[in-house]
Structure formats: structure tokens, C-alpha cells
């Protein structure tokens, strides 16, 4: 047995997968702009005329300064609950990305909307009493960038609408009755990975590194009964092994329970002179990626990323949902809901703007040749 193997544990199985509403549009990699995942169930407008003057003398706005609500209170100022996984120093542009899509909608902050920041700063024992603070300061809406948040808030409130960003499998994990009806009072937008997704991780690494034959995947695996805490990690890896034995690659699973696992865990690739290396983004990766950035590239280890934000750590390269344009994004949920639209009725949304991001920084520290059809797909490319 490896040093490698000796670290996998049977966290490398196949998990349940819920129900995956979306899948890819076209065959091979393409760029962002036509790259995109079907949304089933859109919900139209459901637009109602009513008498303008008679609107704004209900709800004491004047004819100028935004969007108007239909169900807001004379002078009651909208106010939006924001709550983030990470550190307000290493996420922050979320939170911006969310302000900027309600900017684009017309809201403009302290005048017609309110947004309330709260990080858990890695902690996720930390979201029931995040979202209580939010829920006594009367808020509209919350907007929760976590699966285990939202459950939490869910679990909180039956009243206020909950919008979540960035959730592996809603139906699963007990948010959402469906994808297209999701009944209650939360919805948001999906970050649900299809087989054929996962594949392009190993397509793309391969092709980066033509040499690599034997690739570790690095799996979140933290102590948890939470089945959005070890999230579907397993199941991921499962998927990419016919695209590893199409191009002649060995995939092996490199469970990580906590942060202090990293350094063996890096220890025992290079011992096995594993020769790529495939990070899946969970809650233990999210929250250490500059440390494993650090790591992958100190052990000299290509790697492939599944959210940009690592690559532009440092990390070698990145492909898979912009998760800036998914915060962007839940604002129109939140405009949505604020002007009288009901959770229970608004679809769950599947990512539409993917990305891939190269960094030939890292790719010249590394000694790797890029090669220029790679370069020319990529979305964004760090130099």
C-alpha cells in the first residue's frame, strides 16, 4: 500500500446524487459567452397593471428613486440579510457582486434598499446565531452563500424569504420540494455539477499536462453527519473516472478531514510521484485555499480547480461556475421577491456564465508550456 493509499478512507464511495436538472448544452469546452446550462421551469413575469397613482400613494413612494414594492410598508425601507461562509477579507467581492446586481436594478444602498453583512469566517457552527441576529433585525430577505446556512435558516424561519447561493443539491438536502417548484420560502441559485461537467476537469488537466498519468483528487471529507458539510464530493469523483480511463489516467481519491491533514497529505502525493492534482471546492477547501494553493504549487503540483478564485490565489488553473455572477445574480431574486413574487414559485436557477481561468504565473513556476489552443478558450488568463 502507498503512502497515498493509506489516507483514503471510505468516504471515496459512491454518494446518493440527487435529481441533476441541468446539463450541458454542446459537447467540449467553450467559452463563457456560449457555454451555457438549460434552466427548466422558468416562471414568467406574472407583471400586474394597477393604477400608478394609486400604488404610490399606497406604499408612500414618490415617482422618483428606484424600484417600487408591492408590498412594503409607507416609509419601510427594504432590508436585505447577507451572510457569507468565509472571512469578509477574503470574500468580499461576493458581497459586492451582490450590491452591484442591485445597483443594475435601480436599488441604490440607504435610499430605497438595506444590506446587513454577517460572516461566519469558516465557522459554520456559527450560522443559527448569524441568521438569529439577522432575523431580530427585522429583515426583508436573506441571502445565504451556504447549504449548510441555508438549512440553518430554513430551519429558523418559515416566514422570511431565504435566497441561497452556490448549492450542490437543493431537492437533497431538504430546501427545496423541487427544481421547479420549490415550495416554502426558499430558492435560489444551484451549483449542481453533472457527470459530464466533472469529466472536463480531468479533459482539461490532461490537456495542460500531456505526461500526467496518475492524478489525485483532492476530496473534502470533514467530520460531519451534514451531508452538505462532506457535500458530493464522492460522487464527483466517480463521475470523472471515464474520462481518467479514456486518457490513460489513473484518479485516486485523497480524502481531507481537516486543515492540519494537508501537509501529509501533500507529503504523501510527492512520495508517490502523483503527477496532477484535482481540487473540488467544498467548505475545508474554500476556506484554505490560499494554504493549498501554497502547498500544490510548493510540492510542484499541477492542479486543476474547480472555482476561479483559486487560480487567481495562485493556483495553476480554474474552470467551472463564475461565482461572482451567481451573487450578481441572486439580487434579481431578491428584486423578484421584494416586489411581491412568492420562493414557493420561483424557480431554482442553474449556473449561466461558466469560466476558465489560467494562470501562466504558476504555469512558468512550474516549468509547464501552456499550449496556445488551451490559452485561446480560456475566459481569463493570468500573467
Known sequence: MSALDSLVSRHCTDGKRGPTPCRPTATGLRSSRAYRFRQRGAAGTGERIVDRRAFLAATGLSLVGGPRFAKAQPGKIP???????????????FA????????????VEGQNIIVEERWADGNIERFPDLVADLLRSK???????????AQAAKKATASVPVVFVGVTDAVELGLVESVARPGGNVTGLSLAFTPAFAGKWVELLKEAVPRATHVVVLLNALRSSNPIVQ????SLLNAMQ?????LGVKLTGAPVRDASALDTTFEAMTKDHVEGLIVLTGPLTLRHRARIVKLANTHRLPTM??????????GLMAYGPSVSDMFRRAATYVDRILKGAKPAELPVEQPTKFELVINMKTAN???LTMPPSLLLRADEVIR
Open 96 to 107: 459586492d457582486a451582490f450590491r452591484a446586481g442591485l445597483r443594475e436594478l435601480g436599488y
Open 231 to 234: 457535500g458530493a464530493n464522492p
Open 305 to 314: 480547480y474547480s472555482f476561479g478564485e483559486f487560480a487567481r490565489a495562485g
Open 242 to 246: 471515464p474520462a481518467a480511463a479514456k
Open 365 to 367: 513556476a512550474l516549468a
Open 139 to 149: 429583515v426583508d430577505v436573506i441571502v445565504q452563500a451556504s447549504g449548510v446556512g
Open 79 to 93: 432590508r436585505v440579510g447577507f451572510v457569507e461562509a468565509g472571512s469578509r477579507s477574503a470574500n468580499q467581492h
